[in-house]
């Protein structure tokens, strides 16, 4: 089964810079979208950045200038650099994997990690 751990969450003073990692573990070929999603406490959920296998890349406009999606194809990993961090990016992030290609030419349409707590204090 593929599974999706994300860490580098923690406590962060505004302001301050924070990296979070998440890697794919399992059988898999290919992977044609990774990215992050975050969650604020009584919000829903929303995208902040995903990134293509070749590359291109979407963030949501609140984080635009401040975060950066990367990404290791060959470790099946994804990165984001979190700098000029607000109390508003508190949240739990989440890593999300679309379009897996796993075993058997087993396909998985999305898979989730659990979240890494993100607490940005004033």
């Known amino acids: 089964q593929v599974r999706l751990v994300e860490s580098g969450g923690r406590l962060v003073q505004a302001g301050g810079s924070l990296r979070l990692s998440c890697a794919a573990s399992?059988?898999?070929?290919?992977?044609?979208?990774m990215g992050w999603y975050r969650q604020a406490p009584g919000k829903q959920r929303e995208l902040v950045a995903v990134?293509?296998?070749?590359?291109?890349?979407n963030y949501t406009d609140s984080v635009k200038g401040r975060f950066t999606i990367s990404r290791d194809n060959a470790k099946n990993a994804v990165y984001l650099q979190m700098n000029s961090l607000k109390p508003e990016d508190t949240a739990v992030y989440y890593c999300?994997?679309?379009?897996?290609?796993?075993?058997?030419?087993?396909?998985?349409?999305?898979?989730w990690g659990q979240g890494t707590l993100v607490t940005v204090s004033s």
């Open positions: 999300n994997a679309a379009g897996v290609r796993g075993f058997v030419g087993i396909r998985y349409p999305e898979v």
């Open positions: 990134m293509l296998s070749g590359g291109s890349t």
């Open positions: 399992g059988i898999i070929f290919s992977i044609t979208a």
